[in-house]
């Protein structure tokens, strides 16, 4: 079975895609870190990013595993690198080449292929998986999630306002909106959940009773 979790930065996904999938002893596909992955690599290998072949040459060898919560790359982990800031500012570069996007794609759909998964993206119900048996659209309003976010990084030790992170948070969901090849949208026969007031645990428990019931 695949249940696909899409939605925009911030609206939690990642947790609660997480706890959802070991409530139902499923795989966990964080799609975000693949695209993490690629911008880290291209960073690394200093490419021209206006040369669109060469990420996609990287795309399409990424030597990319998951072991549990841990994200490595040919064995070494990077799961704390990928999300620095550095790495968030060049995320567009992968998410906007097309060709990068059908790597990607080929290797959700074979990593799905394996066993029962939850996947969590932007791009998951619309175009990695249209046949999935349950599809979720997690969002919440724009201040809700920069809260969210703010209180994230203040538990991590840094102090940031919301205005700076609505700011922030603005522009990528304009990105993810815009982009013409798996762009942030709500699938036709998606489930659309809008976390606004509750609980992580609460929104585990109601996604697990919308999967359940399709089981
Ligand atoms: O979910 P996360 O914040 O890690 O995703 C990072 C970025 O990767 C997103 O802002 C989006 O641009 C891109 N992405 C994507 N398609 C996906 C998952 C992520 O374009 N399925």
Redesign the pocket.
Known sequence: MIVTIDGP?GAG??TVARQLADKLGFDFLD???M??CVALLGSRQQIDWADQPALAAIAAALPLEFDGARVLLEGEDVSAEIRTPEVTAL??YA?DNTQVREAMVALQRKLAAEDDVVTE????GTVAFPHAECKIFLSASAEERAKRRVEQMRQAGKEVSVEQVLEQQNL?DQ??EA?EV?GLKAADDALVVITDGMRAFEVVEHLERLVRIRM
């Open positions: 930065a996904k990642s799609t975000g870190a695209y993490r995320i567009h998410a993206g932007r791009d998951q990528r990105q993810d982009r798996g």
